[in-house]
Protein backbone atom coordinates (compact mmCIF):
# COMPACT_ATOMS: atom_id res chain seq x y z
CA UNK A 1 0.00 0.00 0.00
CA UNK A 2 1.98 3.08 -0.85
CA UNK A 3 0.35 5.51 1.28
CA UNK A 4 1.87 3.19 4.02
CA UNK A 5 5.07 5.29 3.68
CA UNK A 6 3.60 8.49 5.39
CA UNK A 7 3.26 6.00 8.74
CA UNK A 8 5.77 5.21 11.33
CA UNK A 9 6.61 1.38 11.26
CA UNK A 10 7.69 -0.60 13.90
CA UNK A 11 11.13 -1.07 15.62
CA UNK A 12 12.98 -4.16 14.63
CA UNK A 13 13.94 -6.90 16.56
CA UNK A 14 17.14 -6.71 18.80
CA UNK A 15 19.91 -8.73 16.79
CA UNK A 16 21.39 -11.64 19.27
CA UNK A 17 24.88 -11.05 20.77
CA UNK A 18 27.46 -14.26 20.21
CA UNK A 19 30.65 -14.71 21.77
CA UNK A 20 32.37 -17.50 20.14
CA UNK A 21 34.83 -19.13 22.36
CA UNK A 22 37.66 -21.95 21.40
CA UNK A 23 38.90 -23.28 24.56
CA UNK A 24 41.73 -25.68 24.02
CA UNK A 25 44.87 -26.98 25.45
CA UNK A 26 48.64 -27.34 24.02
CA UNK A 27 50.21 -30.52 25.92
CA UNK A 28 53.61 -31.31 26.10
CA UNK A 29 55.29 -34.35 25.57
CA UNK A 30 56.72 -36.58 28.53
CA UNK A 31 58.27 -39.98 28.83
CA UNK A 32 56.29 -42.95 29.74
CA UNK A 33 53.78 -41.70 30.97
CA UNK A 34 49.96 -40.28 29.81
CA UNK A 35 50.80 -36.66 28.38
CA UNK A 36 47.85 -35.72 26.08
CA UNK A 37 44.28 -35.73 26.59
CA UNK A 38 41.58 -37.25 23.86
CA UNK A 39 41.55 -34.38 20.87
CA UNK A 40 42.14 -33.30 17.73
CA UNK A 41 43.68 -29.54 18.85
CA UNK A 42 47.07 -30.45 20.46
CA UNK A 43 49.60 -27.14 18.96
CA UNK A 44 48.76 -23.25 18.52
CA UNK A 45 49.04 -24.20 14.66
CA UNK A 46 46.09 -26.65 15.52
CA UNK A 47 44.09 -23.54 17.45
CA UNK A 48 45.18 -21.30 14.39
CA UNK A 49 43.46 -24.03 11.97
CA UNK A 50 40.62 -24.40 14.25
CA UNK A 51 39.50 -20.93 14.51
CA UNK A 52 39.91 -20.16 10.90
CA UNK A 53 37.25 -23.57 10.63
CA UNK A 54 34.92 -21.68 12.99
CA UNK A 55 34.46 -18.54 11.93
CA UNK A 56 34.01 -20.33 8.16
CA UNK A 57 30.93 -21.40 10.37
CA UNK A 58 29.93 -18.44 11.88
CA UNK A 59 29.79 -17.01 8.02
CA UNK A 60 27.58 -20.20 7.38
CA UNK A 61 25.52 -19.43 10.55
CA UNK A 62 24.95 -15.62 9.65
CA UNK A 63 23.78 -16.66 6.23
CA UNK A 64 21.41 -19.12 7.23
CA UNK A 65 19.97 -17.04 9.79
CA UNK A 66 16.23 -15.87 9.26
CA UNK A 67 16.29 -14.03 12.55
CA UNK A 68 18.87 -10.89 13.29
CA UNK A 69 22.22 -11.91 14.87
CA UNK A 70 25.77 -10.84 15.35
CA UNK A 71 29.03 -13.18 15.73
CA UNK A 72 31.55 -11.56 17.80
CA UNK A 73 35.18 -11.88 17.01
CA UNK A 74 36.38 -15.42 17.58
CA UNK A 75 38.42 -15.48 21.20
CA UNK A 76 40.38 -18.55 21.91
CA UNK A 77 41.96 -19.63 25.31
CA UNK A 78 43.78 -22.10 27.11
CA UNK A 79 43.07 -20.35 30.74
CA UNK A 80 40.25 -18.99 31.88
CA UNK A 81 42.14 -15.86 32.82
CA UNK A 82 42.34 -14.97 29.21
CA UNK A 83 39.34 -13.98 28.70
CA UNK A 84 40.03 -10.49 30.79
CA UNK A 85 40.95 -9.57 27.03
CA UNK A 86 38.14 -10.17 25.69
CA UNK A 87 36.24 -7.19 26.40
CA UNK A 88 33.07 -7.59 24.13
CA UNK A 89 32.60 -10.69 26.24
CA UNK A 90 29.86 -8.31 28.90
CA UNK A 91 28.18 -7.25 25.67
CA UNK A 92 26.91 -10.69 24.68
CA UNK A 93 23.78 -12.64 25.11
CA UNK A 94 25.04 -15.82 24.34
CA UNK A 95 28.18 -18.02 24.32
CA UNK A 96 29.06 -20.25 21.87
CA UNK A 97 31.58 -22.90 23.51
CA UNK A 98 33.62 -24.68 21.05
CA UNK A 99 34.98 -27.15 23.52
CA UNK A 100 37.84 -28.52 22.06
CA UNK A 101 39.70 -28.91 25.19
CA UNK A 102 40.98 -27.07 27.91
CA UNK A 103 39.97 -26.09 31.37
CA UNK A 104 36.32 -27.17 32.44
CA UNK A 105 35.50 -24.13 35.01
CA UNK A 106 35.88 -21.50 32.28
CA UNK A 107 32.02 -22.62 31.58
CA UNK A 108 30.71 -21.42 34.89
CA UNK A 109 32.25 -18.18 34.40
CA UNK A 110 29.97 -17.63 31.59
CA UNK A 111 26.70 -18.89 33.55
CA UNK A 112 27.93 -16.91 36.56
CA UNK A 113 27.88 -13.76 34.58
CA UNK A 114 24.05 -14.72 33.41
CA UNK A 115 25.30 -15.90 29.88
CA UNK A 116 23.63 -18.53 27.76
CA UNK A 117 25.89 -21.25 26.58
CA UNK A 118 26.01 -23.57 23.71
CA UNK A 119 28.25 -26.12 24.25
CA UNK A 120 29.25 -27.36 20.72
CA UNK A 121 31.46 -30.51 20.33
CA UNK A 122 33.27 -31.76 17.45
CA UNK A 123 33.11 -35.52 16.26
CA UNK A 124 33.35 -35.73 12.82
CA UNK A 125 32.98 -31.90 11.45
CA UNK A 126 36.68 -31.22 12.46
CA UNK A 127 39.38 -32.76 14.93
CA UNK A 128 37.71 -34.26 17.49
CA UNK A 129 36.67 -32.76 20.73
CA UNK A 130 38.02 -33.92 24.28
CA UNK A 131 34.78 -32.59 25.89
CA UNK A 132 32.87 -35.00 23.09
CA UNK A 133 34.37 -37.25 25.45
CA UNK A 134 33.63 -35.99 29.20
CA UNK A 135 31.49 -33.21 28.97
CA UNK A 136 28.45 -35.67 30.41
CA UNK A 137 29.87 -36.95 33.60
CA UNK A 138 32.30 -33.60 33.97
CA UNK A 139 30.33 -30.76 33.02
CA UNK A 140 26.74 -31.91 33.75
CA UNK A 141 26.58 -34.45 36.19
CA UNK A 142 29.90 -33.18 37.86
CA UNK A 143 31.10 -36.52 38.46
CA UNK A 144 27.89 -37.98 39.95
CA UNK A 145 24.90 -39.59 38.25
CA UNK A 146 22.71 -36.64 38.43
CA UNK A 147 22.76 -33.18 36.32
CA UNK A 148 24.07 -30.86 38.86
CA UNK A 149 23.90 -27.58 36.68
CA UNK A 150 21.42 -25.23 36.77
CA UNK A 151 19.71 -23.89 33.56
CA UNK A 152 22.09 -25.81 31.80
CA UNK A 153 21.38 -29.23 30.36
CA UNK A 154 21.67 -32.21 28.11
CA UNK A 155 19.94 -29.92 25.33
CA UNK A 156 22.48 -27.28 25.44
CA UNK A 157 25.04 -29.71 24.11
CA UNK A 158 25.52 -30.06 19.96
CA UNK A 159 27.53 -32.34 18.18
CA UNK A 160 28.77 -31.28 14.68
CA UNK A 161 25.68 -29.93 13.42
CA UNK A 162 25.44 -26.44 12.50
CA UNK A 163 21.51 -26.26 12.01
CA UNK A 164 21.30 -27.71 15.80
CA UNK A 165 22.97 -24.59 16.55
CA UNK A 166 20.96 -22.19 14.07
CA UNK A 167 17.47 -23.58 15.66
CA UNK A 168 18.86 -22.89 19.15
CA UNK A 169 20.11 -19.59 18.74
CA UNK A 170 16.79 -18.77 16.47
CA UNK A 171 14.99 -19.53 20.00
CA UNK A 172 17.35 -16.90 22.19
CA UNK A 173 16.89 -14.44 19.94
CA UNK A 174 12.86 -14.71 20.55
CA UNK A 175 13.50 -14.99 24.55
CA UNK A 176 16.19 -11.94 24.70
CA UNK A 177 13.56 -10.00 22.32
CA UNK A 178 10.85 -10.96 24.61
CA UNK A 179 11.81 -10.50 28.17
CA UNK A 180 11.19 -7.15 29.54
CA UNK A 181 9.91 -6.20 26.33
CA UNK A 182 6.86 -3.34 26.35
CA UNK A 183 3.60 -3.60 25.43
CA UNK A 184 0.49 -0.91 25.02
CA UNK A 185 -2.45 -1.73 27.08
CA UNK A 186 -5.52 -0.42 25.67
CA UNK A 187 -8.43 -0.10 28.78
CA UNK A 188 -5.41 -1.27 30.88
CA UNK A 189 -4.21 -5.31 31.16
CA UNK A 190 -6.13 -8.46 32.01
CA UNK A 191 -7.05 -11.90 31.62
CA UNK A 192 -9.32 -14.70 30.41
CA UNK A 193 -11.61 -14.95 33.50
CA UNK A 194 -7.81 -15.19 35.35
CA UNK A 195 -6.92 -11.50 36.98
CA UNK A 196 -4.14 -13.07 37.77
CA UNK A 197 -2.79 -13.19 34.50
CA UNK A 198 -1.07 -10.00 33.97
CA UNK A 199 0.91 -9.91 37.44
CA UNK A 200 2.09 -13.47 36.09
CA UNK A 201 3.17 -12.21 32.27
CA UNK A 202 5.34 -9.98 34.19
CA UNK A 203 6.94 -12.11 36.41
CA UNK A 204 7.75 -14.97 34.30
CA UNK A 205 8.40 -12.18 31.21
CA UNK A 206 9.19 -8.95 32.74
CA UNK A 207 7.15 -7.01 30.54
CA UNK A 208 6.41 -3.91 30.31
CA UNK A 209 2.78 -3.41 30.20
CA UNK A 210 1.98 0.35 29.53
CA UNK A 211 -1.91 1.44 30.16
CA UNK A 212 -3.71 3.93 28.10
CA UNK A 213 -7.12 4.27 29.51
CA UNK A 214 -10.21 4.25 27.00
CA UNK A 215 -10.71 8.53 27.65
CA UNK A 216 -7.22 9.05 26.96
CA UNK A 217 -8.27 6.97 23.10
CA UNK A 218 -10.89 8.70 22.55
CA UNK A 219 -9.23 12.49 22.87
CA UNK A 220 -6.77 10.85 20.51
CA UNK A 221 -9.28 10.01 18.22
CA UNK A 222 -10.82 12.55 18.27
CA UNK A 223 -8.18 14.64 17.24
CA UNK A 224 -7.60 12.39 14.56
CA UNK A 225 -10.57 13.08 13.27
CA UNK A 226 -10.29 16.86 13.64
CA UNK A 227 -7.14 16.33 11.56
CA UNK A 228 -7.74 16.99 7.98
CA UNK A 229 -4.41 15.46 6.79
CA UNK A 230 -5.38 12.43 8.98
CA UNK A 231 -8.51 11.53 7.64
CA UNK A 232 -7.23 12.03 4.04
CA UNK A 233 -4.10 9.51 4.57
CA UNK A 234 -6.98 7.41 6.59
CA UNK A 235 -9.48 7.22 3.02
CA UNK A 236 -6.27 6.45 1.05
CA UNK A 237 -5.23 3.62 2.58
CA UNK A 238 -8.92 2.16 2.83
CA UNK A 239 -8.62 2.49 -1.42
CA UNK A 240 -5.47 1.24 -1.55
CA UNK A 241 -6.03 -1.57 0.96
CA UNK A 242 -9.52 -3.02 -0.66
CA UNK A 243 -7.01 -2.97 -4.16
CA UNK A 244 -5.05 -5.49 -2.82
CA UNK A 245 -5.51 -8.85 -4.77
CA UNK A 246 -7.97 -11.40 -3.28
CA UNK A 247 -9.56 -8.36 -1.16
CA UNK A 248 -13.48 -8.39 -1.57
CA UNK A 249 -15.55 -5.66 0.66
CA UNK A 250 -18.99 -7.06 2.35
CA UNK A 251 -19.32 -4.56 4.73
CA UNK A 252 -19.51 -0.69 5.00
CA UNK A 253 -16.84 1.48 3.46
CA UNK A 254 -16.82 3.81 6.35
CA UNK A 255 -16.02 1.11 8.80
CA UNK A 256 -12.82 0.74 6.87
CA UNK A 257 -11.61 4.17 6.74
CA UNK A 258 -12.41 3.65 10.69
CA UNK A 259 -10.39 0.80 10.50
CA UNK A 260 -7.34 2.71 9.19
CA UNK A 261 -7.69 5.87 11.70
CA UNK A 262 -7.17 4.00 14.16
CA UNK A 263 -4.58 2.28 12.68
CA UNK A 264 -2.77 5.46 12.63
CA UNK A 265 -3.43 6.22 16.08
CA UNK A 266 -2.56 3.13 17.62
CA UNK A 267 0.65 3.50 15.44
CA UNK A 268 1.07 6.75 17.29
CA UNK A 269 1.04 5.54 20.60
CA UNK A 270 3.08 2.37 19.82
CA UNK A 271 5.98 5.23 18.74
CA UNK A 272 5.42 7.03 21.59
CA UNK A 273 6.03 4.61 23.68
CA UNK A 274 8.93 2.95 22.15
CA UNK A 275 7.12 -0.43 21.02
CA UNK A 276 6.04 -2.81 18.30
CA UNK A 277 3.22 -4.40 20.39
CA UNK A 278 -0.32 -3.45 21.79
CA UNK A 279 -3.40 -5.17 22.70
CA UNK A 280 -7.34 -3.72 23.43
CA UNK A 281 -9.34 -4.66 26.54
CA UNK A 282 -13.22 -4.33 26.06
CA UNK A 283 -12.59 -4.95 22.34
CA UNK A 284 -15.80 -6.45 22.18
CA UNK A 285 -17.99 -3.10 22.54
CA UNK A 286 -16.13 -0.08 24.49
CA UNK A 287 -13.89 0.80 21.70
CA UNK A 288 -16.65 0.65 18.79
CA UNK A 289 -18.81 3.71 19.98
CA UNK A 290 -14.97 5.60 19.74
CA UNK A 291 -13.73 4.48 16.69
CA UNK A 292 -17.13 4.06 14.86
CA UNK A 293 -15.31 0.35 14.06
CA UNK A 294 -14.23 -2.32 15.13
CA UNK A 295 -10.42 -2.95 16.05
CA UNK A 296 -10.75 -6.08 14.25
CA UNK A 297 -9.16 -4.85 10.83
CA UNK A 298 -6.46 -2.69 12.12
CA UNK A 299 -5.02 -5.45 14.38
CA UNK A 300 -4.76 -7.48 11.72
CA UNK A 301 -3.16 -4.71 9.47
CA UNK A 302 -0.79 -3.86 12.33
CA UNK A 303 0.53 -7.45 12.33
CA UNK A 304 0.47 -7.77 8.75
CA UNK A 305 3.23 -4.72 8.69
CA UNK A 306 5.22 -5.88 11.56
CA UNK A 307 3.48 -5.00 14.71
CA UNK A 308 2.71 -7.79 17.61
CA UNK A 309 -1.49 -6.61 18.04
CA UNK A 310 -3.69 -8.48 20.19
CA UNK A 311 -7.25 -8.74 21.27
CA UNK A 312 -8.73 -8.94 24.40
CA UNK A 313 -5.60 -7.82 26.08
CA UNK A 314 -5.43 -11.31 27.72
CA UNK A 315 -2.12 -11.79 29.26
CA UNK A 316 -2.94 -15.61 29.36
CA UNK A 317 -2.04 -15.84 26.28
CA UNK A 318 -0.16 -12.42 24.67
CA UNK A 319 3.22 -13.70 26.48
CA UNK A 320 3.31 -16.75 23.81
CA UNK A 321 2.21 -14.60 20.61
CA UNK A 322 5.19 -11.88 21.73
CA UNK A 323 7.58 -15.39 22.15
CA UNK A 324 6.42 -16.88 18.89
CA UNK A 325 6.52 -13.58 16.83
CA UNK A 326 10.18 -13.29 18.38
CA UNK A 327 10.86 -16.44 17.63
CA UNK A 328 9.35 -16.70 14.01
CA UNK A 329 10.25 -13.09 12.77
CA UNK A 330 5.83 -13.49 11.46
CA UNK A 331 2.81 -12.33 11.77
CA UNK A 332 0.90 -14.62 14.99
CA UNK A 333 -3.00 -15.61 15.20
CA UNK A 334 -4.86 -15.26 18.53
CA UNK A 335 -7.82 -17.21 18.31
CA UNK A 336 -10.39 -19.05 20.21
CA UNK A 337 -10.15 -23.07 20.27
CA UNK A 338 -13.31 -25.56 19.99
CA UNK A 339 -13.71 -28.74 20.89
CA UNK A 340 -10.91 -31.64 19.60
CA UNK A 341 -12.39 -34.35 17.72
CA UNK A 342 -11.59 -37.07 14.99
CA UNK A 343 -8.20 -35.31 14.77
CA UNK A 344 -9.47 -32.01 13.82
CA UNK A 345 -10.20 -28.79 15.93
CA UNK A 346 -11.37 -25.37 14.63
CA UNK A 347 -10.05 -21.99 15.14
CA UNK A 348 -11.38 -19.38 15.13
CA UNK A 349 -11.34 -15.02 15.39
CA UNK A 350 -11.88 -12.24 13.99
CA UNK A 351 -8.54 -10.48 13.61
CA UNK A 352 -6.52 -13.17 11.49
CA UNK A 353 -3.14 -11.20 9.91
CA UNK A 354 -3.31 -11.42 5.74
CA UNK A 355 0.75 -12.15 5.96
CA UNK A 356 0.95 -14.92 7.94
CA UNK A 357 4.32 -16.36 6.30
CA UNK A 358 5.65 -12.65 6.78
CA UNK A 359 5.29 -11.74 3.22
CA UNK A 360 2.43 -13.48 1.21
CA UNK A 361 -0.78 -11.72 1.33
CA UNK A 362 -3.59 -14.47 1.41
CA UNK A 363 -7.19 -13.53 0.15
CA UNK A 364 -9.41 -11.83 2.71
CA UNK A 365 -13.10 -10.65 2.68
CA UNK A 366 -13.92 -7.93 4.64
CA UNK A 367 -16.86 -8.37 6.39
CA UNK A 368 -18.57 -7.27 9.50
CA UNK A 369 -17.38 -8.17 12.91
CA UNK A 370 -19.36 -11.67 13.63
CA UNK A 371 -20.75 -11.20 17.22
CA UNK A 372 -21.60 -7.53 16.81
CA UNK A 373 -22.58 -7.69 13.32
CA UNK A 374 -20.67 -4.09 13.05
CA UNK A 375 -17.36 -2.77 11.83
CA UNK A 376 -14.81 -4.66 9.86
CA UNK A 377 -13.13 -7.59 10.15
CA UNK A 378 -11.12 -9.86 7.78
CA UNK A 379 -11.92 -13.42 6.86
CA UNK A 380 -8.42 -14.40 5.71
CA UNK A 381 -8.50 -17.44 3.72
CA UNK A 382 -5.52 -19.13 5.59
CA UNK A 383 -3.26 -21.69 3.32
CA UNK A 384 -4.29 -25.24 3.16
CA UNK A 385 -1.57 -27.73 3.73
CA UNK A 386 0.32 -25.50 5.83
CA UNK A 387 2.11 -27.03 8.98
CA UNK A 388 1.14 -24.68 11.71
CA UNK A 389 2.74 -24.61 15.72
CA UNK A 390 -0.23 -23.97 18.21
CA UNK A 391 0.39 -22.90 21.72
CA UNK A 392 -1.84 -23.45 24.61
CA UNK A 393 -1.15 -21.42 27.12
CA UNK A 394 -2.29 -22.62 31.18
CA UNK A 395 -3.59 -20.09 32.90
CA UNK A 396 -1.33 -20.24 35.77
CA UNK A 397 1.42 -19.34 33.54
CA UNK A 398 3.59 -22.90 34.38
CA UNK A 399 3.05 -24.62 31.64
CA UNK A 400 2.25 -24.27 28.02
CA UNK A 401 1.43 -27.15 25.97
CA UNK A 402 2.08 -27.45 21.98
CA UNK A 403 0.33 -29.27 19.33
CA UNK A 404 1.94 -29.12 15.64
CA UNK A 405 -1.29 -28.83 12.86
CA UNK A 406 -1.58 -28.64 9.37
CA UNK A 407 -4.65 -26.46 8.08
CA UNK A 408 -7.22 -28.60 6.43
CA UNK A 409 -9.82 -26.12 5.15
CA UNK A 410 -10.89 -22.46 6.33
CA UNK A 411 -14.87 -22.72 6.80
CA UNK A 412 -17.29 -20.15 7.24
CA UNK A 413 -19.26 -21.12 9.90
CA UNK A 414 -21.74 -18.37 12.31
CA UNK A 415 -18.50 -17.79 14.19
CA UNK A 416 -15.43 -15.65 14.29
CA UNK A 417 -14.57 -14.73 10.90
CA UNK A 418 -11.34 -15.90 10.69
CA UNK A 419 -11.55 -19.96 10.44
CA UNK A 420 -9.09 -22.65 10.18
CA UNK A 421 -9.57 -26.13 10.94
CA UNK A 422 -6.60 -27.93 11.84
CA UNK A 423 -5.90 -31.63 11.70
CA UNK A 424 -3.28 -33.08 14.44
CA UNK A 425 -1.56 -36.41 14.55
CA UNK A 426 -2.22 -36.62 18.49
CA UNK A 427 -5.09 -39.19 20.01
CA UNK A 428 -8.07 -36.11 20.52
CA UNK A 429 -9.14 -37.33 24.16
CA UNK A 430 -5.33 -36.75 25.37
CA UNK A 431 -5.44 -33.11 23.56
CA UNK A 432 -8.99 -32.95 25.28
CA UNK A 433 -7.83 -34.12 28.57
CA UNK A 434 -4.33 -31.98 28.19
CA UNK A 435 -5.77 -28.78 27.33
CA UNK A 436 -5.17 -25.75 29.51
CA UNK A 437 -6.39 -21.71 29.54
CA UNK A 438 -8.26 -21.13 27.06
CA UNK A 439 -7.36 -18.85 24.15
CA UNK A 440 -4.64 -20.26 22.12
CA UNK A 441 -1.78 -18.99 19.70
CA UNK A 442 -1.23 -19.95 16.13
CA UNK A 443 1.94 -19.65 13.28
CA UNK A 444 2.85 -20.70 10.21
CA UNK A 445 5.83 -23.29 10.78
CA UNK A 446 7.61 -25.45 13.04
CA UNK A 447 8.67 -24.05 15.79
CA UNK A 448 8.14 -26.54 18.74
CA UNK A 449 11.44 -26.90 19.62
CA UNK A 450 12.61 -23.19 19.74
CA UNK A 451 9.20 -22.62 21.93
CA UNK A 452 10.42 -25.25 24.46
CA UNK A 453 14.67 -24.20 24.62
CA UNK A 454 13.12 -21.04 25.67
CA UNK A 455 10.71 -21.60 27.90
CA UNK A 456 12.44 -23.74 29.88
CA UNK A 457 14.69 -20.65 30.95
CA UNK A 458 11.55 -19.01 32.28
CA UNK A 459 10.23 -21.11 34.19
CA UNK A 460 7.46 -22.28 31.98
CA UNK A 461 6.71 -26.61 31.09
CA UNK A 462 6.66 -27.27 27.83
CA UNK A 463 4.61 -29.73 26.97
CA UNK A 464 4.48 -31.33 23.63
CA UNK A 465 1.60 -33.53 22.64
CA UNK A 466 2.72 -36.02 19.68
Same mark, same amino acid.
Given at each position: ?6 ? /?? *????? *? ?56 ? /? ?10 ? #? ?16 ? /? ?47 ? @? ?33 ? #? ?56 ? /????? +? ?7 NCMLLDQ ?49 ? @? ?36 ? *? ?7 ? +? ?5 THFESDY #??? *? ?14 ? #? ?42 ? @? ?28
Amino acid at each position: VGAESAL /PG *PVARR *PLRVKPVLTYATPQRASKTSWRPWGGIQTEEDARAERARIQGELDKLRADADFPVEFL /PVTAIRDPKELE #GATDLASADTVLLYAAGG /PSHVFQQFRDQGKDVIYFVRHKSGPVSLWYEIVSPVQLRGHTDERVTKN @FDEQDVVVDKLDEVLWRLRALCGLRNTMGSRIVAI #GGASGWAHPRAPELAKERFQLDIRAVSYPELGEMIKAARADRAAVALAQQRAEAYLKL /PGTTL +ETDLKFVENCMLLDQVFRAIMQQAGCRAITINECMGTIMPMAETTACLTLSMLNDDGYMAFCESD @FVVVPSGILLSNISGRPVFLNDPTYPHDGLITLAHCTG *PRKMDGQTI +EPARILTHFESDY #GAA *PKVEMRKGQITTNILP #GFKADRWVGLSGEIVDAPFLDICRDQIDIRFQCDSLKVAQRMPG @FHWMTGYGDYAKELGYALKRVGIQWEFLA
